[in-house]
């Protein structure tokens, strides 16, 4: 079994920069591919980025060109970095691991973290 701890969230201002934190526990991730999704209050869970082991990303278009998805596979760690935060990025950010098939539905994963709060004021 892998657990996944999410951290780094927090408050900022519309226009700050936050890092998210996803490690890895229990079973190796080996070279399972990973991603963020988000959910905001009263809403889905929506999909945020994916990264391949290789290190091939893909982004939500809401974030293409202020987050960036990366991974240290040696770590079993994840990486989001947010930057240019809007007050719409405002969300639980969760990771996932271990998809089945469309790596851009929740349904997909294996593995979830419990998420980490992210509130951006205006």
């Known amino acids: 079994q892998v657990q996944l701890a999410e951290s780094g969230g927090g408050l900022v201002q519309a226009g700050d920069s936050l890092r998210l934190s996803c490690v890895a526990s229990?079973?190796?991730?080996?070279?399972?591919?990973m991603a963020w999704f988000r959910r905001r209050l009263g809403d889905a869970r929506e999909f945020v980025a994916f990264?391949?082991?290789?290190?091939?990303?893909v982004y939500a278009e809401s974030v293409k060109g202020r987050f960036t998805i990366s991974r240290d596979n040696a770590k079993e760690t994840m990486y989001l970095q947010m930057t240019s935060l809007k007050p719409e990025d405002t969300a639980i950010y969760s990771c996932a691991a271990g998809p089945r098939n469309n790596y851009m539905l929740p349904s997909s994963y294996n593995y979830w973290g419990q998420g980490t709060q992210v509130t951006v004021s205006s």
């Open positions: 990264i391949m082991f290789d290190g091939a990303t």
């Open positions: 229990g079973r190796t991730l080996g070279d399972s591919p």
